[in-house]
Nanobody, 131 residues
């Protein structure tokens, strides 16, 4: 299984970016992409990695950390095996390396922030928000 995050870049404060996480290889596991919850995490300079948002396998459940609620939207297209993170009204404090991760997490509403619940991780994509 591989996850590939992309879409990062440099943007001014107040701007928008859309990150994509493209998955592959799930058929080798005997399961499908839609069996897996997907989360976005970020690591800001000098900070611990933190959960940003997560979405259930079906896409009908989404969860956000308080600092991004109302600004970020997570969604998925299971046919394309892709999860998106639409980031609007970006702030300098959103500057971070963003990672996507997938896991079999039945209680996503309570566990989405626990990085050890995720089985697969992609390499990060850097988002830089200038003032």
């Amino acid at each position: 299984v591989q996850l590939q995050a992309s879409g990062g870049g440099l943007v001014q404060a107040g701007g928008s970016l859309r990150l994509s996480c493209i998955a592959s290889g799930f058929s080798d596991s005997g399961l499908t992409f839609s069996d897996y919850a997907v989360g976005w995490f970020r690591q800001r300079p000098g900070k611990e990695r933190e959960a940003v948002a997560a979405v259930t396998g079906s896409g009908d459940g989404t969860y956000y950390t308080d600092s991004v609620k109302g600004r970020f939207t997570i969604s998925r297209d299971n046919a394309k095996e892709t999860v998106y993170l639409q980031m609007n009204r970006l702030k300098p404090e959103d500057t971070a390396v963003y990672y996507c991760a997938a896991g079999l997490i039945p209680l996503l509403y309570s566990d989405y922030e626990r990085d050890y619940e995720y089985d697969y991780w992609g390499k990060g994509t850097l988002v830089t928000v200038s003032r």
